[in-house]
Structure formats: structure tokens, C-alpha cells
């Protein structure tokens, strides 16, 4: 596999720092997140960090490898010649479970079930270390507080407010808010099942 044997040279890894750290500081600093919310926020983000951080010690601290990134089934077009990937502009460094968490459905039985079926089709061609399915809540939480400082970012940009009217009111950010309790309590859970 080429992109477990050199890293990118010119692309962001995705970890803590660069779609934890960085982002939660950049909502934090951005004015766009009401006043009374701050507090909340930089609390929640805080723990949120120290658990993401504990779940990748749960995960062995996997290496990383060239990953597409943003790898769901809107990404997968299946045509007459077979399926093709697309959306390419989040290619980075990433661990191996980034390309696959979410292809899969909620929870229960039919993670288990759809997991067991992508990674034994995963690891005919590759090596998986089954500790990094400790990751999934751990890296669904970072593309949750990444998404809103991307938006957050991007926000001075005319487009922006009309492509994505419901971002920066008080509701949208206490929903984000939400959001991010909901994931406090999955990194607390069992990794799901591969049952081989």
C-alpha cells in the first residue's frame, strides 16, 4: 500500500493539534460564539480533548498513513468500471480507521456486522490493528469541532452566510454545543465489535 509506505510531504496530519486544538481555540477567539456560551465551551472542549487523547492511548497511538480523509459513501461513486472516489481536498495523515468509520451505519448490530465485513475485506490487502477502533467517537469528535471552525473560518466569505444560513446563531451553536455532550458520553463506550 502506497500510502502506508511514504507520508505526504505537503498535507496536515489529522490529529488532536491540527482539528482539536487549533480549531476549538480558533471558535474561541473568533467572537462568532455568543458570549455566555465561551465558558461552556472551552470547558467541554478541554475534557473533550484529555478523553480524545486518552482514546488514542487506548488505540496503541497508531502510526499514520496517506488517508482520503473524508471517506463516506457521498465520496464513493459506483459506476459500470467500478466504484471511484472523489473529494480528494481532506487527503492527509491520518490513522487507518479514518478511512473506514464512516462507511458505517449507527449502532448495535449492524456496526458490528458491517464493520466485521469492511475490515476483513480491509485486511486482505492490508494490516489492521483492531485497537484503533477506539478511535471512531475519538475522531468523529474531532471532525464535529473541526466542521465548525471550518465554518468559522470561512465565515467573512459573502457565500458562506448563504450556503450555510442556520451556522452562527445562538441555537446553532448551543446544538453544537449538544452535539459535543452527546460525544463526551461515546468516548466513555466500548469500541464496537470486529467479529471475526
Known sequence: ???????????????????????????????????????????????LLANIADNYQRAGNPGLIRCHGDCHAGNLLIGSQGPHIVDLDDARMAPRVQDLWMLLPGEGEDLDSTLTVILDAYTEFSDFDARELHLIEALRTLRIIHYYA???????????????????????????????????????????????
Open 150 to 196: 471550518w465554518l468559522a473560518q470561512r465565515w467573512d466569505d459573502p457565500a458562506f452566510p448563504i450556503a450555510f444560513p442556520w451556522f452562527n446563531s445562538q441555537r446553532c451553536w448551543e446544538d453544537h454545543i449538544l452535539a459535543l455532550r452527546e460525544q463526551a458520553a461515546k468516548l466513555y463506550e466500548p469500541a464496537p465489535l470486529w467479529l471475526r
Open 1 to 47: 500500500m502506497v500510502g502506508a509506505e511514504h507520508p505526504f510531504k505537503n498535507r496536515p496530519a489529522l490529529d488532536i493539534e491540527t482539528f482539536g486544538i487549533q480549531p476549538s481555540q480558533f471558535v474561541l477567539n473568533s467572537q462568532l460564539l455568543p458570549r455566555e456560551l465561551e465558558t461552556i465551551y472551552q470547558d467541554l472542549t478541554k475534557d
